[in-house]
């Protein structure tokens, strides 16, 4: 597992930790504590920063807005 690594993507902040063949985002700045998505697969290791990016960006354009939550 590596040292989470902080990205700033449209204002939010993430925590984002590769874990053998998964990444890890903790949505840091989001209303709900420890709420956030992982990846896994194996090309999932070799996403590139802006592949990362892209995912956070993906997974943000799905919250509820009133819950912080994935819309339903």
Known sequence: MTEPVRFV?????FDVVRDDNSIHHTWVSG??????FSIGGSSATAFTDEQIRS???AF???IDPRTGYLAE
């Open 9 to 13: 993507v449209d204002g939010e902040e």
């Open 60 to 62: 943000l354009s799905e």
């Open 55 to 57: 995912e956070i960006r």
């Open 31 to 36: 209303p709900n504590a420890s709420y956030g």
